[in-house]
């Protein structure tokens, strides 16, 4: 599946695309963005949290202290877990694995504390909570910030999993009341619980359905209507994040500015129609020689740019001609039943070596696309130890 959203086809690739594949890379870094916001939001609230067994420890008379110790224990060790996440999220490193193991341990910590009250209070409020439970659907909400299906489902799951094993190991364990009147936290009924686990998965698959048309409206609003690759707003904001990204952690990152040769003629020639579909076509070769990490965006009319991560000038050189040839080999069938072939030049810029901000890359990618023009188009050129290197088609 390709990295770049594909704007006249997004229905159709989401009927196509199965539900466990990964999301594209910039949907999962968009997610990183939720997951940090998610990751204060819980820090904060543990912290604040942490102050009702403290003050309840200040306060509490000898013989409800311990009750309170074990409250703040459990609360104590929910916020250094929180720290401890909310410094992973921090270092900005692509884990895969991450969101799906926050969601998880946010939904843990609820069912935690739904059964200390077996422990530390009375089992009744376990199965009739009324503050506890509700913190499960705001704990699935935030899988919606993580833009992946399979995070929310999963942790959805996770979450009815848990709490239909508290309440079965506690109605199992503990004797309930059953009759009305006989507890201040109500009385236990089968049907209660029941109507909880249809909620917890109504609220899933509503998550669920949600993340499917955050996906869908974020990839036609960053994508060029006429070839689906990603469009220049979004590039620019996606090259800024990268570079930072790759300066942070010593990484090298390399940008290839492409034209297509001959454009203006080409148009002259057969026509804006064919133009389109020349434009289209080079798009779809772009896509099928990068990597799923790279990026493709039209940077506007003929030029496409594509980033590289963690990509050597001389890496991205061999990647840039192979993209080159790639093009030049296929063939354009026009309307009138003529064969054409398309070729492009490109100029290469890596980063550290020709800048160290956005604008230093581009400038140079482009002088070096303008060379390449200069110099006979269809042709690479990039940096090198001493000066541009050209490799002629």
Not at 51 to 56: D, E, M, Q, R, W
Not at 205 to 225: C, E, M, R, W, Y
Not at 279 to 287: G, H, P, T
Request: net charge neutral; glycine share 6%; with cysteine.
């Amino acid at each position: 599946m390709s990295n770049s959203p594909l704007a006249s086809a997004a229905v159709a690739t989401d009927r196509t695309a199965g539900f466990w594949d990964a999301p594209e890379q910039f949907l999962l870094d968009a997610g990183k963005d939720g997951e940090l916001l998610i990751a204060r939001f819980r820090l904060w609230l543990v912290a604040a949290l942490l102050l009702i067994p403290i003050a309840n420890l200040r306060w509490a008379a000898p013989d409800e202290r311990e009750q309170h110790l074990y409250g703040f224990g459990i609360t104590l060790a929910a916020f250094v877990l929180s720290s401890v996440v909310y410094v992973l999220v921090r270092q900005d490193r692509r884990r895969p694995w991450l969101p799906l193991a926050t969601s998880i341990f946010d939904v843990s910590v609820v069912t935690i504390a739904q059964l200390s009250y077996a422990f530390v209070s009375d089992p009744q409020v376990v199965v009739n909570s009324k503050i506890t439970f509700d913190m499960y659907f705001l704990c699935l909400a935030g899988t919606c910030l993580r833009y992946d299906k399979r995070v929310a489902l999963l942790a959805g799951l996770v979450a009815m999993a848990q709490f239909a094993a508290t309440i079965g190991w506690v109605s199992y364990v503990f004797p309930l009341n059953t009759e009305a009147g006989m507890s201040m936290y109500g009385r236990f009924q089968w049907a209660d619980q029941i109507s909880r686990l249809v909620l917890l998965a109504s609220a899933t698959a509503l998550n669920v359905f949600i993340v499917h048309g955050v996906q869908t409206q974020k990839k036609l609003s960053n994508a060029d209507p006429l070839t689906g690759v990603f469009n220049r707003r979004f590039f620019d904001d996606y090259l800024r994040n990268e570079l930072a990204r790759a300066t942070r952690h010593g990484s090298a990152l390399s940008i290839a500015m492409i034209d297509v040769d001959h454009f203006k003629q080409f148009n002259d020639q057969y026509g804006h129609a064919a133009g389109d579909r020349a434009l289209r076509q080079v798009a779809r070769s772009l896509e099928s020689a990068i990597r799923q990490s790279d990026l493709i965006a039209r940077y506007g009319g003929e030029e496409f740019v594509v980033i590289l991560r963690e990509s050597s000038a001389e890496h991205a050189m061999e990647r840039v001609e192979f993209i080159r040839r790639s093009i030049a080999a296929e063939s354009l069938w026009i309307n009138n039943g003529a064969v054409e072939r398309i070729t492009v030049s490109a100029g290469v810029a890596s980063s550290p070596h020709d800048g160290d901000s956005p604008l230093d890359l581009l400038a140079e990618a482009d002088r070096r696309l303008f060379e390449a023009k200069r110099t006979g188009r269809n042709r690479v050129v990039g940096p090198s130890a001493t000066k541009d290197l050209s490799i002629a088609g």
